[in-house]
């Protein structure tokens, strides 16, 4: 699976749009974009993934660029409990493991 | 609701005294895994079970073990825990290789069990 690159850490306001990008330039063609979230003492949570088109769902966006080398988790209304470890992973469609990086861990403010 | 539910959420246990921490889903998911995540680390895969087929990670060390005895269970045994094992432990399902939309491939987590050796 591909490498992915992720800010240690962001700040958002509660309300605001949370922007978390991902650098992911070795990705292969048939490799999946993928992004969970871990809030505090729970286990991960699925959140959407993407092959080169833009998803939406009802937790987030997913922007991919053209050159699929990076992309963007958009949460439009940040809330208190987004707070939580966003990982970005990169694998392919039907493959058995996740491998997990060490994420970016957002912190929405009052 | 169908859901991985993992059982004790917290476990103490004594050096070296074998532990078995166990997970079960309702999901009736083919595939079944166990990961470990130490304290301020991202989750690290130990093995898992695809259907009955074991595959274990070439790091994972021998003193972990793992029994699947049917489609919802799945259990974790460290047989000579260290101080090093304590740890939340997480179990996961997914659906993989069937038909279906390709969300199905996304990995469903339990809470975890938090691992204290003493």
């Known amino acids: 699976d591909a490498k992915t690159t992720q800010p240690t850490s962001m700040d958002c306001a509660e309300g605001r749009a949370a922007n978390l990008p991902c650098n992911h330039s070795t990705i292969s063609g048939n490799e999946y974009v993928y992004w969970y979230r871990q809030i505090h003492s729970q286990g991960p949570q699925y959140i959407i993934h993407g092959l080169k088109n833009n998803e939406t769902n009802e937790m987030a966006s997913l922007i991919i660029t053209e050159d699929r080398k990076s992309s963007t988790l958009i949460l439009p209304h940040a809330t208190l409990r987004d707070t939580a470890v966003y990982y970005c992973?990169?694998?392919?469609?039907?493959?058995?493991?996740?491998?997990f990086g060490q994420g970016t861990r957002l912190t929405i403010n009052p | 609701d169908a859901m991985v539910i993992q059982n004790p959420r917290y476990q103490v246990t004594q050096f070296g005294k074998p532990v078995t921490l166990s997970c079960s889903q309702t999901?009736?998911?083919?595939?079944m895994y166990w990961y470990q995540q130490k304290s301020s680390q991202a989750p690290k895969l130990l093995f898992h079970y695809y259907d009955k087929d074991f595959n274990n990670e070439a790091d994972t060390p021998d003193n972990f073990q793992s029994r699947r005895p049917n489609t919802s269970f799945c259990f974790l045994d460290i047989r000579s825990p260290g101080l090093g094992d304590a740890a939340m432990y997480l179990c996961a399902t997914s659906r993989l290789g069937l038909a279906g939309p390709s969300s199905y491939n996304e990995q469903f987590f339990g809470p975890g069990t938090r691992l204290t050796v003493l």
């Open positions: 992973i990169v694998r392919v469609q039907g493959a058995q493991k996740l491998v």
């Open positions: 999901l009736n998911h083919n595939v």
